[in-house]
């Protein structure tokens, strides 16, 4: 199980649907606080701990997704609800 979510967790990171700080101008808030979470859940065969830790990065980055579009005037924007 820890190997299937070590090599999930590698192609997410290493495919563009994440904007890392790292490989990215976008900064993605709390990404420190994250990078370490999903770290530790790997070492430790947490799932639990690794999908809290996905489900933040990707609430974070519906929020600031969302509020780039809203800051470039896309149409529409306000009205998307989410996290």
């Not at 709390?30 to 609430?59: M, N, P, V």
């Amino acid at each position: 199980m820890q190997e299937i979510y070590k090599k999930l967790t590698l192609l997410l990171l290493k495919g563009s649907i994440l904007r890392l700080e790292e490989t990215g101008a976008e900064p993605v808030t709390g990404w420190t606080k994250i990078s370490a979470s999903i770290r530790k859940s790997c070492a430790h065969s947490d799932y639990e701990q690794l999908a809290r830790a996905f489900q933040s990065l990707f609430q974070n980055n519906f929020a600031s997704s969302k509020q780039l579009l809203l800051e470039i005037g896309v149409e529409g924007v306000e009205k998307i609800t989410g996290f």
